[in-house]
């Protein structure tokens, strides 16, 4: 079978919203790896942001050094055979960016407390799939054939609640407790990170984004937008001008990429 030439178009932007005084949301593209990641920081004074860069450089710093491109020539640390490959890379890599904030916190007391979530998708250009690994809240959404479907599940409270069936998605969403992580990285403890693996079509659309966008609307307003927009950086920036137009309580973090089936000869 011939390998499928597959390519990703990305687009991201951070933005403050309209509450906070400081963006303690990064994003991060990196093209020649394939990697694509939201972290969401969360400390006091500005140890949020400090902890959402350095996970976010640290996880790409793996990925750089072990791999030319996911799925080429990987060889992880660690081996779950539940997981390809690139699967358990980026499970690895994503610990390397809990230690790195872990790491940060030891040298200098100030940042006790420091933590910070993350969402990151590799492109397996080999076998044609995309690899999501998340701890905390921030999201992976897949737009298909004009249907949005939740990938993740998040590390949050208000998640458990839902799954036992106490709160509904709506109550949710809105919840005071909303914002309360059961796991993120820079935690005592080393987070169990989730990885998902799934196939790709041509078309699709994935978005990756911290919860001041998910808080801010609900899956049906991100559908309509991303069906509405005519491009990736179109559709970003409409997700980002609603989520303030909503109240912008939070910083707001999207991260678009298209898979695109390039063929062959071209
Ligand atoms: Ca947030």
């Known amino acids: 079978m011939n390998e499928r030439l597959l390519e990703i178009e990305s ?65 992880p640390d660690h081996w779950d055979t539940d997981r390809s490959a690139p699967g358990n890379l980026l499970a690895d890599a994503i610990v390397a960016g809990h230690r790195a904030v872990l790491a940060a916190v030891g040298r200098d007391t100030d940042l006790k407390g420091m ?84 196939d790709t079509a041509a078309g699709d659309l994935y978005l990756l984004c911290s919860d001041g966008l998910n808080t801010m609307l609900t899956d049906e307003e991100i559908e309509r937008i991303l069906a509405d927009a005519s491009g990736l950086p179109e559709a970003g920036q409409n997700l980002v001008i609603a989520a303030n137009e909503h109240g912008g309580n939070d910083n707001i973090t999207v991260v678009l990429l298209k898979v695109v089936e390039l063929q062959p000869g071209t």
């Open 11 to 75: 687009w991201g932007t951070t933005d403050v919203g309209m509450k906070r005084r400081l963006n303690e949301d990064v994003f991060e593209i990196d093209e020649t790896v394939g990697a694509y990641i939201v972290a969401d920081g969360m400390g006091g004074h500005s140890a949020g942001e400090v902890a959402s860069r350095l996970a976010v450089d640290a996880i790409v710093r793996y990925l750089r050094e072990r791999i030319a491109r996911v799925g080429e020539n990987t060889w």
């Open 115 to 198: 933590g910070t979530t993350v969402v990151a998708a590799v492109l397996d250009r080999r076998q044609g799939r995309l690899i999501i690994g998340h701890v905390g809240d921030s999201r992976a959404y897949r737009f298909r054939e004009g249907t949005l479907e939740l990938l993740t599940e998040d590390h949050s409270w208000v998640h458990e609640q839902v799954r036992e069936g106490n709160l509904s998605e709506e109550a949710a969403r809105t919840h005071p407790l909303k914002n309360v992580v059961t796991q993120a990285l820079g935690g005592s403890a080393e987070p169990a990170v989730d990885i998902l693996e799934t």
